[in-house]
């Protein structure tokens, strides 16, 4: 069903870049590396490689085992997820500006998960975080599609987006209010910034299992969105159930983001970056997007949390913070180059 | 009436001590419950019955325990107001306006200025002798500390949650320091207080963790730092020293069975 709709694409077919994905892998692997060498405990090769293979000084094997490979392992995943996630996003609502993040869905997670830990029914290492923050981000996903219906505008998408992360946003801020604990406040305000800072191999198992179903699900709509680029009719057409689709893409991203967040918190638009920078590569192919959007998305956060490590401050930076602080001003150029067709198109 | 009012008065001429107190804040309440006399006491703030941040939070169940807010302590008429000097500005503004004497106390950087200021209260509210028995005991503990931790000083690392640590010119650095205990925060150059990095606490290996409380639940990330699998494996039980927010938030009356109980561990671990 998925897989015989290979003719449809935006453009004329071109040269198929067969180096892309070897490439972007080679590029995570180096970043992955460099992430187990970057902390504020300067470490040298040697030392690294000792501690690595179990032996030298026991600081360091913590340091290297505990503390930062978790750190990495959890870059390279929740990046990933990401950025399959916004191409996914992007290829069921055929727009290049679609992405969880833009659309509440972090948020959402994010107010469901401080709920449930609000109310005592979970801490912060409980299986039940992550699943509540999934029920928030499908809730989330769920009512924004079904809200954009079938021909979904931009403007509409994007305004129906803004209204649920400011509800959630409304929703947390209200759980910061009513907190009994006076640190929760802060560590709401802390958590809501995203950050991957000393997260342990308790965290990578708390997540993991959720991102491998999530990005597989993905993964195997890829034909369904490429005959959709063609159109909803087509795409039926073509064999595409879409409904069906609809709900797969939601699930897939909910568990994936929800998860995501329930470790990490909120880390934006790295779901909007990543399939964007892919997209003139795979010639806008929608099926051929995703797992260098994947990979990309791995690679943005890992730069982005070595970046928080080697940037000197007083304090700690968050990574979510800079994503923002990066992924911002991206959003905005991407909406002056779309600004023809965003002043015509909406309907 | 006009008569009982000016009998009121009267008495009111006779002790010079306030006799309807209210106290708005967490740490006067625990002077003031210590302290005064139960009839003195009109109220306490909402946090007086919270067991895991209040000393006295047995002691006062029977008390009122109010909102803080401005228009209950004009309501309930109180001839003297004790809070924080952090007490909302407003709050304080509202109150002193209706002609009633609000005193602000300071939260005590050091040791000495806990002292002075145990007995500072006990000269507002008329309780010189009660003040002066609790700050011969504060003495006292710290005498028993110093001679607990002379036997062998520590490298001792206070962490909070986060992994916050609390700079010199707090209470609980003074209590390192008159212990004679060497506080690894220096080591980190945190001498003015932040957050260590978990990285550096590892590389520093201090003899002992000095934690708040027995890291048990994970209730949100800067907790679970508490629960991290590398501070597990590197500070077992026995290099960890829990000293209970309670008795260590304020640096009133809780003071001395903090040092008590401070030094009573160190001995443990010896």
Redesign the interface.
């Known amino acids: 069903m998925t897989e015989r709709t290979g003719q449809a694409g935006a453009g004329a077919p071109k040269a198929q870049r067969l180096w892309l994905v070897p490439a972007l892998l080679g590029l995570v692997i180096a970043l992955f590396l460099a992430s187990l060498a970057t902390?504020?405990?300067r470490l040298s090769v040697a030392e690294l490689l000792a501690a690595l293979l179990g032996k030298g000084d026991?600081?360091h094997r913590?340091?290297l085992m505990?503390?930062?490979l978790p750190r990495a392992i959890l870059a390279v995943a929740i990046g990933f997820m990401l950025g399959l996630a916004g191409a996914a996003m992007q290829g069921l609502l055929r727009n290049p500006l679609a992405a969880p993040s833009l659309f509440g869905a972090p948020q959402a997670a994010a107010f469901s998960a401080v709920v449930t830990?609000s109310l005592g029914l979970n801490?912060?290492?409980s299986w039940g975080l992550p699943i509540a923050a999934i029920l928030g981000a499908f809730a989330s996903v769920f009512l924004l599609v079904a809200i954009a219906g079938r021909n979904a505008s931009l403007l509409l998408l994007i305004l129906a987006g803004l209204a649920v992360s400011s509800l959630a946003g409304a929703g947390t801020a209200l759980a910061m209010n009513l907190a009994a604990?006076p640190?929760?406040a802060?560590?709401?305000a802390?958590?809501l910034m995203g950050s991957l800072e000393?997260r342990?191999?308790?965290h990578v198992t708390l997540v993991l299992p959720f991102i491998l179903v999530a990005s597989v699900l993905l993964y195997l709509q890829r034909g369904a969105f490429r005959a959709l680029s063609l159109g909803e009719e087509a795409a039926a057409s073509l064999g595409v159930a879409v409904e069906r689709l609809r709900f797969i893409v939601i699930l897939g991203v909910a568990l994936g983001v929800g998860a995501s967040v329930a470790v990490a918190?909120t880390i934006a638009f790295i779901g909007l970056i990543a399939p964007h920078l892919m997209r003139p590569l795979v010639n806008h192919d929608p099926a051929r997007l995703l797992l260098p959007a994947g990979l990309a998305g791995a690679a943005l956060l890992l730069a982005a949390d070595i970046a928080v490590r080697i940037i000197p401050a007083?304090?700690?930076i968050k990574v979510g913070v800079l994503t923002s602080i990066i992924g911002v001003p991206f959003f905005l150029l991407l909406i002056v180059r779309q600004r023809r067709s965003l002043a015509g198109g909406v309907a | 009436m006009r008569w009982l009012g000016a009998l009121l008065l009267l008495m009111g001429a006779a002790s010079a001590e306030p006799q309807r107190i209210l106290s708005l804040n967490l740490c006067t309440d625990q002077l003031l419950v210590d302290l005064a006399e139960p009839g003195q006491i009109l109220g306490l703030s909402p946090f007086a019955r919270d067991a895991s941040r209040s000393w006295a939070s047995e002691k006062v169940s029977r008390l009122p325990a109010l909102s803080g807010t401005a228009e209950e302590a004009i309501a309930l008429r109180p001839d003297l107001v004790v809070s924080s000097q952090y007490m909302k500005r407003e709050t304080r503004a509202l109150i002193a306006a209706r002609g009633i004497k609000v005193v602000a106390f300071e939260d005590p950087a050091t040791l000495a200025a806990a002292r002075s200021q145990i007995l500072e209260f006990g000269r507002l509210i008329g309780a010189e002798s009660r003040a002066e028995a609790r700050v011969t005991e504060l003495d006292a503990a710290i005498a028993d500390l110093r001679a607990a931790s002379a036997a062998s000083p520590r490298r001792v690392l206070p962490f909070s949650r986060r992994g916050w640590v609390a700079g010199r010119e707090t209470l609980m650095a003074d209590i390192l320091r008159e212990a004679g205990l060497i506080n690894v925060a220096g080591e980190m150059g945190l001498s003015i207080g932040g957050f260590a990095r978990l990285e550096a606490v590892v590389l520093l290996k201090p003899d002992l963790l000095l934690l708040t409380r027995e890291p048990d639940r994970a209730e949100d990330q800067g907790q679970a730092l508490l629960l991290h699998p590398a501070l597990a494996r590197l500070f077992p039980p026995e290099k960890r020293i829990v000293l209970r927010e309670s008795l260590t938030v304020c640096g009133g009356p809780a003071l001395a069975e903090a040092l008590r109980k401070l030094a009573a561990l160190l001995r443990n671990r010896a």
């Open positions: 902390g504020p405990v026991e600081a913590v340091i505990d503390i930062r830990i801490d912060a290492l604990n640190f929760a802060l560590e709401i802390f958590w000393d342990s191999i308790r918190g007083q304090s700690d």
